[in-house]
């Protein structure tokens, strides 16, 4: 560090004037990203902080460090992420509101993750096959969802955590060519947060 | 003339209630927690909604952390004061912008559907620096 660079920092440390920083972490599932620096102290850069586990300074030219160990106080953070959201999937006999045998037990699995996350929230989601329009497929994934909804509300859920979403034919359980009649894509899933 | 300034009146009314969807929601909060909209503060209770444009705060021993409707978590940490300045969201398409500002404090995030939804959709700026959110997990921290 030259001179100049180390008197800067010791007045900075004297005046509290720390960086800002960040740490990149591993993913959840063992994979992780990355995050650009687009930019910094006023200036564009083209630094990737693409190693997990590294910090990052910012403010000046970026400097990217191997992590070492987080911090406690980065620990306590990181683990008061609320956890993540959790998926499920309702078949219905066509063209009813009568659910599957299958998927009878499935609305009660729903109903226990709800009661153990606090603040929940709960997206209903439509999804049709590839048969007709994608934008007909849009409507119909909507109306779907909607149906569904108000079954869960008749049910006892809490329609003001609820809102339903239609995906339309963009999200296939089964990839199949268009125009194709799949049970298993006519489905509606259930995401808990 | 007060016919149409309630006209304008009811208006105004209606564009703000459409402008007003849920973003997020808390789970938890812990100590000073709040959230401020416009000029309002509102506790930061477990299951306050959040709507664009608010400002999270937390004092001395405070803590939020909430899940966005496009699976994004965040983790707010103390003496922290975070603003969603831009969320949009087509929940249909999974697409969309979502600008976050930590002005300081410290905030973990995991990304979720938006940040996938193209490159820099989600960014994070720092008072002097601007990050570009591809699909992860990480801290920001912005010292006094």
Known sequence: MSPRGFALCVICALAGCAHSSMVLLPDEDGGHGQVAILESGGKPTTAIVSEANSRASLGGAPSIKPLGNLKPEEAVLVNSLPPPAKSFTLYFLEGTTDMTPESAPVLEQIRAEIAKRPGAEVQVTGHTDTVGSSADNDALSQKRAEEILNLLASKGFDRTIMSAVGRGERELKVPTADNVESPANRRVEVIVR | ?144
């Open chain 2, 1 to 144: 003339m007060v016919v149409r300034s309630l006209l304008l009146a009811l208006s105004v009314g209606v564009i703000a209630t459409s402008a007003q969807a849920e973003i997020a929601r808390v789970k938890s909060a812990s100590g000073i927690a709040v959230i401020q909209r416009g000029t309002a503060r509102i506790p930061a209770a477990t299951g306050a909604e959040l709507q664009a444009g608010d400002y999270l705060e937390t004092g001395k021993t405070g803590r939020i952390s909430l899940t966005f409707i496009d699976n994004t978590r965040f983790a707010v940490g103390p003496n922290s004061r975070v603003a969603v300045s831009k969320f949009e969201y087509d929940r249909t398409r999974q697409q969309g912008s979502f600008i976050t500002q930590v002005d300081r404090g410290s905030l973990a995030v995991v990304s979720g559907k938006i940040a996938k939804s193209g490159r820099d959709a989600m960014k994070v700026r720092t008072p002097n620096s601007l990050l570009g959110v591809r699909g992860t997990r990480f801290i920001v921290e912005v010292p006094k």
